[in-house]
């Protein structure tokens, strides 16, 4: 069981924008940068958020990362076919000096 | 371009031992990280440990501690991850990713194409 906390599901229509929470605790995502990963259906997962807000480049503007106390979310605007694919959170954790993932968040574009 | 290829893929047996390769190019190996991690069959990502690709230094998942080791070898920028007394649940696709050379902290920015390791009698 994961202790970063995701929706195991999310969708929308093209042109929409959705959101997919992160929710952790003070020894992580309370005390760390949170990064979030897109895996295409078959594919090795991409870094598609650093740093909480980051975006690495190449990555479209359209994808956005916050970050609130023990909380993070990635909003994903303009929503395109191409998007749909899992999406994870990650955070080092300082209780356990290792790193944690989300469960995931399917995203199905409608 | 940076690229990161892993080695091909393998069936073992329970309590057998696995040791994946991940050879680096287009940047200098010695100035980043490389992680791993794992991925169990449509389940989700699970990070293994890091490995400084400069003094080789490690840091492990404490549910793996005495089961796994990380080496890297500079002459040929290679990361090797070995998994011992391995077990069915151990069944998963292993990827090895580009760190940062500091600790395991930072994000993995490359990620190498994946080792699918399947553990069966």
């Known amino acids: 069981q994961s202790v970063l906390t995701q929706p195991p599901s999310a969708s929308g229509t093209p042109g929409q924008r959705v959101t997919i929470s992160c929710s952790g605790s003070s020894s992580n995502i309370g005390r760390n940068y949170v990064y979030w990963?897109?895996?295409?259906?078959?594919?090795?997962?991409?870094?598609?958020?650093?740093?909480?807000?980051?975006?690495?480049?190449?990555?479209?503007?359209?994808?956005?990362?916050?970050?609130?106390?023990?909380?993070?979310?990635?909003?994903?605007?303009?929503?395109?076919?191409?998007?749909?694919?899992?999406?994870?959170?990650?955070?080092?954790?300082?209780?356990?000096?290792?790193?944690?993932?989300?469960?995931g968040t399917k995203l199905t574009v409608l | 371009q940076v690229q990161l290829v892993q080695s091909g893929a393998e069936v073992k047996k329970p309590g057998a031992s696995v040791k994946v390769s991940c050879k680096a190019s287009g940047y200098n190996f010695s100035n980043f990280g490389i992680t791993w991690l794992r991925q169990a069959p449509g389940q989700g990502l699970e990070w293994m440990g890091w490995i400084s690709a400069d003094s080789g230094a490690?840091?492990?998942?404490?549910?793996?501690?005495?089961?796994?080791?990380?080496?890297?070898?500079?002459?040929?920028?290679?990361?090797?991850?070995?998994?011992?007394?391995?077990?069915?649940?151990?069944?998963?696709?292993?990827?090895?990713?580009?760190?940062?050379?500091?600790?395991?902290?930072?994000?993995?920015?490359?990620?190498?194409?994946?080792?699918?390791?399947?553990v069966s009698s």
Not at chain 1, 41 to 67: C, H, M, Q, Y
Not at chain 1, 75 to 101: H, Q, T
Not at chain 2, 84 to 89: I, N, P, Y
Not at chain 2, 95 to 117: E, F, H, K, M, N
């Open chain 2, 58 to 118: 490690t840091n492990y998942a404490q549910n793996l501690q005495g089961r796994v080791t990380m080496t890297k070898d500079k002459s040929t920028s290679t990361a090797y991850m070995e998994l011992r007394s391995l077990r069915s649940d151990d069944t998963a696709v292993y990827y090895c990713a580009r760190g940062v050379v500091s600790g395991p902290r930072g994000p993995c920015d490359y990620w190498g194409q994946g080792t699918l390791i399947t």
């Open chain 1, 37 to 103: 990963y897109q895996q295409l259906p078959g594919t090795a997962p991409k870094l598609l958020i650093n740093r909480n807000n980051e975006r690495p480049s190449g990555v479209p503007d359209r994808f956005s990362g916050s970050k609130s106390g023990t909380s993070a979310s990635l909003a994903i605007s303009g929503l395109r076919p191409e998007d749909e694919a899992d999406y994870y959170c990650a955070a080092w954790d300082d209780s356990l000096s290792g790193v944690l993932f989300g469960g």
